[in-house]
């Protein structure tokens, strides 16, 4: 099982706004002497293609994508493209997904859930946002998807800072913060982030994120009343696995559109090891990842990144799938 896992492709979704950089980032990405190489799918909206154009040549394989937008028409094509690179996985180290500025992310996500074969061969490492310190105010205005992609993040690069006083900056940061407090944050201009610190994060592999990240499921006693918000419950008592089942996959059906990320680590009852939950919308996923540590207190965990959040519904909920 370890070496199917070491041997999984790390996916790299990159996203952001019209405007925000993500070319720029991307062509960073593609230049530097990093010594590994990249397959990059590109996706565009419209007919006629032109991101394709405006990546830097380089010996990487670029594929454009531009028949629909990767969040809502062509994961078929995703998924095809994908199965095509695996047979020659030998010829690069990674693959970034490039979304169009209009995409919600979680679909593409969605992908590496669905398809058995893809799942099997690759590894979702993180979801990238790019976002325009200096327009960002108007964006969350006006676009749905501005948001969303925020608070989908693993890591958010807000860039154009040198655009923005520092006043301006710590706004707009605090408004990426009360849409996602948990991503990691870079300062950026013209997307100068070290490559390190967006590749190979492993930000949807629970398991490495609470070792560099002990209290990235620490309960968050701030309410919050935008839209989109963040919020997280512990139990102490074991759960029943069959309540949580049973109470998770009803919510995820009534209210999947609303939960854009779901992440866990539960303690069953009479189980010695740790479960993994996570979900993106309604598709759900989870695994055991090793067993508690001796010292470790055996208490569930879960966070919920969404619309329209209701605290004490969540909370009942979590709390009643406690074992009796």
């Given at each position: 099982?370890a070496?199917a896992?070491v041997?999984?492709?790390?996916v790299?979704?990159?996203?952001g ?6 070319t720029t980032?991307l062509?960073r990405?593609l230049?530097e ?9 590109i996706n565009e909206f ?7 154009d405006?990546?830097?040549?380089t010996d ?6 531009n028949n ?5 028409t062509v994961?078929?094509?995703l ?6 690179l695996m ?5 690069f180290d ?9 995409a919600n992310?979680?679909p593409?996500?969605?992908t590496?859930?669905?398809d ?11 979801i990238v ?9 108007d964006?969350l ?7 969303e992609?925020?608070?989908?993040a693993?890591?958010i690069?807000?860039?154009?800072i040198?655009?923005v ?6 706004a707009?940061e ?5 849409l996602n ?16 610190d967006?590749l190979?994060q492993g930000a949807?592999?629970?398991?490495r ?15 919050h009343n ?8 512990e139990?102490?008592?074991p759960l029943?696995?069959e309540?949580f089942?049973?109470?998770i996959?009803?919510l ?5 559109q609303?939960?854009?990320?779901t992440k866990g680590i539960?303690?069953y009852?009479?189980?010695d090891?740790?479960f993994a939950?996570?979900?993106v919308h309604?598709m759900?996923?989870?695994d055991f ?7 470790e207190?055996?208490t ?5 990144v969404?619309?329209?959040?209701n605290?004490?519904q969540l ?5 009643s799938?406690q074992a009796?």
């Open positions: 099982m070496d896992v041997e999984q492709v790390p790299t979704v990159l996203t706004y019209l405007g925000s950089g993500k980032l062509n990405i230049t002497q990093h010594g590994r190489k990249y397959a990059v799918v419209g007919e006629l293609g032109v991101d394709n405006l990546v830097v040549d990487e394989e670029v594929f454009e994508m629909g937008c990767i969040c809502c994961r078929g094509d998924i095809r493209i994908v199965g095509g047979k020659r996985r030998g010829r990674g693959i970034i997904i490039e979304t169009t500025g209009l992310p979680a593409v996500a969605q590496f859930f669905v058995d074969t893809v799942r099997a061969k690759t590894r979702l490492d993180a946002t790019v976002v325009d310190a200096k327009f960002l105010p964006r205005a006006d676009s749905t998807e501005a948001a992609q925020i608070a989908f693993d890591v690069v807000l860039n154009k040198d655009l006083t520092p006043a301006e900056l710590a707009v605090a408004s990426v913060r009360k407090r948990f991503a990691r944050i870079h300062h950026a201009t013209r997307g100068n982030v070290p490559i390190a967006l190979d949807f592999d629970l398991k994120v609470l070792a560099d990240h002990p209290d990235f499921l620490a309960d968050d006693a701030h309410e935008d839209e989109i918000g963040s919020m997280s419950f139990v102490a008592t029943d696995p309540r089942n049973a109470w996959g009803n995820l059906a009534e209210r999947g609303d939960l854009l990320r539960l303690a009852a009479g189980e090891r740790r939950f996570q979900a309604m759900a996923d989870g990842i090793g067993p508690w540590k001796p010292d207190p055996r569930s965990r879960i966070v919920f969404g619309r329209n959040l605290r004490p909370r009942r909920g979590f709390e799938c009796a």
